[in-house]
């Protein structure tokens, strides 16, 4: 059988150039708000349209919680499915949560097109971003945990063309002997790592008593074109999600103070669990940093949910404790989004003066308000940066604290 999961093999790694087109479903659960689920699928059309599809249509349904056999109820299940006989073009059904493979499988035969949940789409960009072995080891890892307790047959009984968005991946055949594959492999990948993870404590080890400041937040609040600021490093930086994967380290030199500065893969909500683990060698950035640069877009209009996001994924990581200094960035957008045009310039300092304070009381950490794209307020940021970087010296290398005091 041809195994139609070859990770990283297809030609220009990966997801084929021709946009696909989808539907995305969304469920709102106990606890949950129309609103909310809302955004969620505003996020996860973008997740689509990153991995290289298009969402023509979106469904939504309320129940208490989630059907055991089709994730959805019944009635929402034939809407679908009428939608997708009319709409020749459509590939895939795209849901914002996890499924079992019991339920992927019923869906899939149903539908007959293919079923992506959010964890899989995830996994999907990831493995077109990696770019370093490193990241391509950590991915693939990822995908095999994930996979394991879904292994099923892979669409076999769809008429249409396999490939494309979810379709990179390790792959199996009969389900036990795949099993033991997937086991097997796994142990390989954890294997590789290790070494991997060896030789960059070595490398780390080799930068000298430096202090570390690591760049986080969210995914596409902007954090790669600060790096490129700040450093004048060439970080690729893209308006799409998870645009970078693989850390970034440059040594920065500021009023002659010097700091190792890193730039770190975004976070995002409901993050596949195999993921955080997998990439937790990556992550040691963070947790070995001495300061953290917590980035938000605040022009994002549920940007203090991506803020307790990023904390939760932190906390996970035991790197919640850090010094931190937040930066707000994309202040210019939020101004077109709020302000109105004749608003003098006067009263916009006093509204974002106000705005600051908030913050600081609401996360306990100083912040300041820039434009990564006007360069504004990068003088000021600069400036904190600076004073948190001394006072980092003053405590972990007291000794070499007087070079730049």
């Known amino acids: 059988m041809q195994n139609d999961w070859n990770l990283g093999e297809q030609k220009k790694k990966g997801i084929k150039q021709t946009i696909e087109s989808a539907v995305v479903v969304g469920l709102v659960q106990k606890d949950q708000t129309e609103a909310q689920i809302l955004e969620y699928l ?14 023509v249509r979106r469904f939504m349904q309320k129940l208490p919680h989630p ?23 459509i590939t895939m059904v795209i849901f914002d949560d996890d499924l079992t493979g019991k339920q992927v499988s019923i869906l899939e035969e149903t539908l007959k097109v293919k079923i992506i949940d959010r964890s899989t789409l995830i996994l999907d960009i990831f493995a077109n971003r990696a770019q370093t072995a490193q990241a391509k080891t950590q991915v693939e890892l990822a995908q095999m945990q994930y996979l394991l307790p879904r292994l099923r047959g892979l669409w076999t009984h769809l008429e249409r063309q396999r490939g494309g ?19 097997d492999k796994i142990t390989q990948l954890k294997k ?70 890193s730039d770190t ?19 040691d950035e963070v947790t070995e940093s001495d300061i953290l640069i917590h980035v938000v877009d605040i022009a994002h209009p549920q940007h203090e949910d991506q803020i307790l996001t990023v904390n939760q994924t932190l906390k996970e990581l035991d790197a ?34 106000g705005i ?8 306990e950490h100083d912040n300041v308000l820039v434009s990564a794209v006007t360069r504004e307020n990068m003088d000021l940021l600069r400036t904190k940066i600076i004073d948190l970087v001394k006072q980092a010296y003053e405590v972990r290398y007291p000794y070499q604290a007087k070079l730049w005091s």
């Open 42 to 55: 505003d996020e996860l059309e973008f997740l689509a349209l990153t991995a290289g599809a298009k969402s």
């Open 67 to 89: 059907d055991s056999r089709t994730f959805i109820g019944k009635g929402k299940l034939e809407e679908i499915k009428a939608f997708i006989d009319a709409n020749e073009a």
């Open 165 to 183: 968005i979810g379709m990179r991946g390790p792959g199996e055949k009969e389900i036990e002997t795949d099993r033991r594959i997937v086991r």
């Open 192 to 261: 590789k790592l290790e070494k991997i993870d060896q030789q960059n404590v070595t490398r780390r080890k080799n930068r000298g008593e430096l202090i570390r400041v690591a760049l986080v937040g969210y995914t596409n609040v902007g954090k790669s074109t600060l790096m490129n600021i700040l450093s004048d490093a060439d970080v690729f930086a893209e308006n799409k999600l998870f645009a970078t994967l693989d850390t970034t380290v440059r040594k920065v030199v500021l009023d002659q103070v010097p700091f190792l500065l």
């Open 265 to 283: 893969v975004g976070f995002i909500r409901k993050l596949p669990h195999h993921l955080i683990e997998s990439f937790k060698s990556t992550l």
């Open 320 to 353: 919640l404790e850090k010094p931190t200094l937040f930066v707000f960035n994309k202040i210019d957008e939020y101004r077109r989004l709020n302000y109105d045009l004749l608003l003098e310039d006067e009263t916009k300092t006093e509204i974002e003066a």
């Open 356 to 363: 600051s304070e908030n913050l600081r009381h609401a996360f």
